[in-house]
């Protein structure tokens, strides 16, 4: 059975860092394309960066610009988990953030909401002072 959990939200004020981690069961993501999203109160869930499978030749990141240069995914494979490093952190950064997975021969990661068809439960992420 495919599993997603996402763990590490919190409250944290204006300018910190969280690091949420996304742990998969029942298969292995180095062969999914996973990405993180987020959805704010009175909004719609929006993608904001992804990786892709080491099926291909490369693994690819990608990121919006309003979190470009503030946040990072990575891998770990040994522990089956996809990291998302998240500084210099906004109060417009509050939501629910969750991570998807899809098994795409799509060589780079979609960043849309519809692509993934595996979600996580999600967790809260609360920025204020």
């Known amino acids: 059975q495919v599993q997603l959990v996402e763990s590490g939200g919190g409250l944290v004020q204006p300018g910190g860092s969280l690091r949420l981690d996304c742990a998969a069961s029942?298969?292995?993501?180095?062969?999914?394309?996973i990405g993180w999203f987020r959805q704010a109160p009175g909004k719609q869930r929006e993608g904001f960066s992804c990786?892709?499978?080491?099926?291909?030749?490369?693994?690819?990141?990608y990121y919006i610009e309003a979190v470009k240069g503030r946040f990072t995914i990575a891998r770990d494979s040994a522990k089956n988990t996809v990291y998302l490093q998240m500084d210099n952190l906004k109060p417009e950064d509050t939501g629910i953030y969750y991570c998807?997975?899809?098994?795409?021969?799509?060589?780079?990661?979609?960043?849309?909401?519809?692509?993934?068809?595996?979600w996580g439960q999600g967790t809260q992420v609360t920025i204020s002072s």
């Open positions: 998807a997975a899809v098994q795409s021969g799509m060589t780079r990661c979609p960043v849309g909401v519809t692509f993934y068809d595996h």
């Open positions: 029942g298969f292995a993501l180095d062969y999914w394309h």
């Open positions: 990786i892709s499978s080491r099926i291909g030749s490369r693994v690819d990141t």
